[in-house]
């Protein structure tokens, strides 16, 4: 019925932002792990095919607050 049709998309929906800020915290943890091992931006950049553009945002998001 439509109810639990319903209430099936409100599930994925939260299984998909807690999947989605896992991805983004192994995401930042990556980056931390490469940038503390001595690698550079534009190095890290490559190693994980991203923009070196990318990983100073994802080193924003690391940063303590």
Request: hydrophobic share 35%; aromatic share 4%.
């Amino acid at each position: 019925d439509v109810s639990s049709t319903w209430q099936k998309a409100r599930d994925l929906e939260e299984e998909s932002r807690k999947t989605s800020a896992e991805a983004a915290r192994l995401s930042r943890a990556a980056v931390r792990t490469l940038r503390a091992s001595g690698m550079s931006q534009r190095d890290t950049a490559e190693a994980l095919g991203l923009s070196y553009q990318r990983i100073a945002q994802l080193e924003k998001q690391t940063a303590p607050t």
